[in-house]
C-alpha cells in the first residue's frame, strides 16, 4: 500500500468508515506532496498524461492576450486593470498571456496587474521559476476568496480548473425514488463504494451559499438559479426523467464548480470572467448510454 493510499484509509477510518467522494478525490488530487497535482513530474504535454490548449504551444495564450487588450479597450475607465488566473499549473499560460501583451498592447502591458491563486506552494514555486521575466510583475494568492467582494476590475481567467475540482457522486434508487450519496469504504483488500448516510461537506457549502446570496441581495440576483437547492429525493431534476432513469444510474455532481462560480461573481466589480473546460451538459448528462 502507498503512503497516500495509507492517508486515505485513515481518512476513511476518522469518517467512521465511509469517505464522501469528493474527499476521496480531493486526497487523491491534491494532498501535499502525494496527489496527483502535487507530483514532480509533468502530468500534461507529450511527457505527461494529456494535452492541453497551453502544453501544444503559445497561441492560446496569444488569443486571450488579444482578448485582455480588448476587455481593456471596452473599459478605458478602469485604473487598475487586473488578470486573476485561478489555478496556473505551471505558469507556462500566464507567461504566454504577458509576453504577447508586451507586442500586443505595450501600454497595457506596463500598467496590468497579474495575480495568480494558487494554493499549492510547490505549483507556487514551480510558476515563480516560469515566470522569472516577470518578477515584480506577478503576485500571488492562495485562492480567490481572499480577493474583497466587488473588488476585481478586469479578468478572472481559469483553464481546465473546474473539471478538476471534487465532484459528488450520485446513485439513483428507483424503487425508493431518491438519490444516494456514494463513499469510499476500504474492505481487507480495497477500495470500494459504499453510501454516504451523511450530506458532504460540499453539499453544506452550496447550502450555506444560497442563505449568504439570498440574505445579501446580491446586485447578481440572476445568478441565484444556478445555485440549486440540493436534495436527494429530485436533485431538482423533472419527475418525467426520474421515472425513466434506470436503477442505478450514477452522476457527478460537480458542486465546487458553482461555489466556485458564485464566489468568482461576488470579486468582480466590472469586466470579464471566463473558464475553459469540458465536460457534459444536461441533455448529454442523462443519455441512455450514460447508464
Known amino acids: 500500500m502507498t503512503k497516500l493510499e495509507s492517508i ?42 494529456y494535452y492541453t490548449s497551453v502544453s501544444t504551444g503559445f497561441t492560446f495564450g496569444w488569443i486571450l492576450a488579444y482578448l485582455i487588450s480588448e476587455i481593456h479597450k471596452a473599459e478605458p475607465g478602469l485604473c487598475n486593470f487586473s488578470v486573476i488566473e485561478v489555478g496556473a499549473h ?26 495568480i491563486a494558487e494554493p499549492s506552494d510547490k505549483r ?36 481546465e480548473l473546474l473539471d478538476s475540482m471534487p465532484v459528488c457522486r450520485m446513485t439513483w434508487n428507483k ?12 474492505n481487507s483488500k480495497s477500495f470500494v463504494w459504499n453510501v454516504c448516510q451523511e450530506d458532504c ?26 445555485l440549486p437547492d440540493i436534495n436527494c429525493k429530485s436533485l431538482g431534476l423533472p419527475e418525467s426523467l426520474l421515472e ?14 458553482i461555489i466556485w462560480w458564485a464566489t468568482a461573481c461576488k470579486k468582480l466589480h466590472k469586466g470579464a470572467i471566463i473558464t475553459f473546460d469540458y465536460g457534459y451538459n444536461n441533455i448529454e448528462m442523462f443519455r441512455a448510454e450514460m447508464a
Open 90 to 115: 505551471n505558469g507556462q499560460l500566464a507567461k504566454d498571456i504577458l509576453s504577447a501583451l508586451r507586442q500586443i498592447d505595450p501600454e497595457l502591458s506596463e500598467r496590468i496587474r497579474y495575480v
Open 175 to 186: 424503487k425508493h425514488k431518491k438519490w444516494v450519496h456514494q463513499g469510499v469504504s476500504f
Open 244 to 257: 425513466v432513469l434506470v436503477d442505478g444510474f450514477v452522476i457527478d455532481l460537480n458542486l465546487s464548480s
Open 201 to 226: 461537506q460540499l453539499i453544506e457549502n452550496l447550502r450555506s451559499l444560497r442563505l449568504s446570496w439570498d440574505s445579501n441581495n446580491h446586485a447578481n440576483q440572476d445568478f441565484s438559479q444556478w
Open 8 to 49: 486515505i484509509k485513515d481518512e476513511i477510518r476518522k469518517t467512521g468508515g465511509v469517505l464522501p467522494f469528493c474527499k476521496f478525490m480531493e486526497i487523491a488530487l491534491f494532498w501535499k506532496d502525494l496527489g496527483y497535482y502535487e507530483q514532480d513530474r509533468p502530468v500534461t504535454g507529450k511527457n505527461g498524461d
Open 124 to 159: 507556487k514555486k514551480l510558476q515563480q521559476a516560469v515566470l522569472s521575466d516577470f518578477s515584480g510583475k506577478v503576485n500571488w494568492l492562495k485562492n480567490i476568496e481572499e480577493c474583497k467582494d466587488d473588488s476585481i476590475s478586469g479578468l478572472i481567467l481559469s483553464n
